[in-house]
């Protein structure tokens, strides 16, 4: 799925829409209503991490008329823990794409879905509550091959298991009074905001390299931790490979086994790397992979390959050279090691 790099490249291409109206929402997302973003503002857009949100106001035209598509079903307080009277608030959530905690969206949903007999427990979003223009937050989360397109449509360069040779569908297209955007394969939810800290994305300025190497040090495999977006927003299993052999790492090697030096290389190097895919991404060209789906190394050395079970239970394929990144055992006898027999 996409990692850091890509989402600013998304996040550039959304920028120039930022300030323009929304005149018509189309796409086959079933999981919001598309008439709520109608006739709404694009004010805002951020990404954090491997997620991108787009902030929408309500226009001064509308004034008081809130349609009632802009209407939401009062939220059960006992269901959704909120004290009464508490308009800013975090929705439920649940797991979502590489593990990360995502808002139910289901209690969004019902509540767009109004019959007449449920209009007196109706009241005006939770989004409307702060000042008179304010507006809803929506995140995009982008899975395998997910992308953001302006002014243009995802067209099929192969057929599908089929034979046809269909069009991917865009799961949202935003239309502007001057260009549309087109959002492929991802999950989209209402939030409060980006809710990842700048101090953990990897490509922040306000990336928090001690916080990052604490992580590190910990008795888990390091190639688990890279993984882990408490600490490392943004990066992904591409990053995580590469920069375990720029490093000379093994990826089952433990943080805590590793040297400080070893420590801060590999953080140096997943700043540097990711830093320099921005970059390429931004001038156009291609990233080339050292490590990342090869079957040999810059050295001439064979490749090996696995999957390896990160602790949230989630699987990423892990290419790594045994000559350029020796394993580091532990030389204390009570330190827990983990092996590659001992993972599925």
Known sequence: MPEGPSLRKFHQLVAPFVGQLVVNVGGSSKKINPEMLEMLRLQDSQVLGKNLY??????????PNIPD????????????????????????????????EVPNSSSTTKALE??????????????????????????FHFGMFGSVRANDFSRATKANKRGDWKDPLPRLVLHFAKGFLAFYNCQMYWCL?????PT??????????????EALKQANPVCSTLLDQRYFAGLGNIIKNEVLYLARIHPLSLGSCLTPLD???????????SVAWLQKKMEGKPQHHLI?????CPAGHPVMKDSFEAPNGFQRLTWWCPDCQPKVVSELPNEVQVTQEQLP
Not at 117 to 131: A, C, G, R, Y
Not at 201 to 212: G, K, M, P, T, V
């Open 69 to 100: 598509s802009f209407l939401m079903l009062k939220h059960h307080q006992k269901e959704m823990n909120i004290p009464k009277g508490t308009s800013d608030h975090k929705l439920e959530s649940t797991s979502g794409l590489d593990g990360q």
């Open 54 to 63: 787009l902030n929408f106001g309500l226009t001064k035209d509308l004034g």
């Open 200 to 213: 953990s994305d990897i490509l922040s300025e306000e990336f928090d390299r001690r916080q990052a190497l």
């Open 114 to 139: 109004l019959g007449e007999e449920e209009k007196d427990l109706v009241i005006k979003p939770w989004w409307l509550n702060t000042s008179p223009n304010s507006g809803p937050w929506l995140c």
């Open 193 to 197: 905001g980006p809710m990842v800290k």
């Open 263 to 273: 420590l801060e290389s590999l953080l140096d190097n997943v700043v540097s790397f």
């Open 292 to 296: 990342y789906q090869k079957e040999w």
